[in-house]
């Protein structure tokens, strides 16, 4: 018997359920630099302060830096 054919029933149907959340943490230029020169979050985050939040406010600072490097 081959290994399609053991497993026939397990390939059918899905053994995962995942749910996504997705986070808009984009800022405009000015506030972007707002952030990397003092910190200054805007008020529209304060609900998701925490590791997510920073993490999402670090990926785009290196983004705007590497856009930055480009032009």
Do not use: C, W
């Amino acid at each position: 018997m081959t290994v399609q054919e053991q497993h026939k029933n397990a390939l059918t149907e899905p053994d995962l359920e995942a749910v996504v959340h997705v986070y808009d943490f984009r800022m405009t230029l000015k506030e972007m630099l707002e952030y990397i020169e003092s910190g200054t979050q805007p008020e529209r985050f304060a609900p998701y302060q925490g590791d997510l939040l920073d993490y999402a406010l670090t990926a785009n600072g290196i983004t705007y830096i590497q856009r930055a490097v480009k032009k």
